[in-house]
């Protein structure tokens, strides 16, 4: 079983929608958690970078983490085509440095 | 202010060959690192450095030698090619230990084949 379990997709919505992507984890030790958004043949780019649960709020984009439950997820508001993307959930270790733990990655296509 | 920047963007070698991704940062970043991506896999740590001259495995670092001369260049070798690195390989940086809104830097990435 992976570490990080992320559902690969792809997902398909029209514009305007209300979009849910989620992770869950098996370490309790995991303190950091981050959504990266990934064009095409491009490198990760950070969303939102939490490390409690709750949410947290930017723009169209919510983090939210559930400890508990080791799960967490992201909305994204009123999705636009430009929305299309890879979008990876990575996780740290409690005392685990700079060293990323990936999702596999939710493909996402925002329609008109 | 370039960031992260990579090179090659892509390459084809042969089984056998060797050869060096390059990354280099201008941000003055502590914590460098490689990752490489795969379908289905996600992105896998290969080889990691918390500064000049200290370098660590990751998950995945059979097969790759890293080494750490200076801040600026964390170059990732290939000693002996294999088709199982087929894969595209990205490099990372960030300011020193783990904190809040302490933000890792992706490069465009390294598109590799082996044949």
């Known amino acids: 079983q992976k570490e990080v379990e992320q559902d690969p997709g792809p997902l398909s919505v029209p514009e305007g929608a209300i979009v849910s992507l989620n992770c869950t984890y098996s370490?309790?030790?995991?303190?950091?958690f981050m959504w990266y958004r990934q064009y095409s043949r491009k490198g990760p780019e950070l969303l939102m970078y939490?490390?409690?649960?709750g949410n947290k709020e930017d723009g169209r984009f919510t983090a939210q983490v559930d400890k508990s439950s080791k799960y967490i997820s992201l909305f994204i508001r009123d999705s636009q085509p430009s929305d299309s993307a890879t979008y990876l959930c990575?996780?740290?270790?409690?005392?685990?440095?700079?060293?990323?733990?990936f999702g596999t990655g939710t493909q996402l296509k925002v329609e008109l | 202010n370039a960031g992260v920047t990579q090179t090659p963007k892509f390459q084809v070698l042969k089984t056998g060959q060797s050869m060096t991704l390059q990354c280099a940062q201008d941000?003055?970043?502590?914590?460098m690192s490689w990752y490489r991506q795969d379908p289905g896999m996600g992105l896998r740590l290969i080889h990691y450095?918390?500064?000049?001259?200290?370098?660590d495995q990751g998950e995945v670092p059979n097969g790759y030698n890293v080494s750490r001369s200076t801040t600026e260049d964390f170059p990732l070798r290939l000693l002996s090619a294999a088709p199982s690195q087929t894969s595209v390989y990205f490099c990372?940086?960030?300011?020193?230990?783990?904190?809040?809104?302490?933000?890792?830097?992706f490069g465009e990435g390294s598109w590799l084949t082996v044949v």
């Open positions: 939490t490390y409690s649960s």
């Open positions: 450095s918390v500064g000049a001259g200290i370098t």
């Open positions: 990372a940086s960030s300011y020193g230990r783990t904190g809040y809104r302490n933000t890792i830097y």
């Open positions: 990575a996780l740290i270790l409690t005392g685990g440095g700079n060293k990323l733990t």
């Open positions: 370490n309790s030790a995991f303190q950091y």
């Open positions: 941000m003055n970043h502590e914590y």
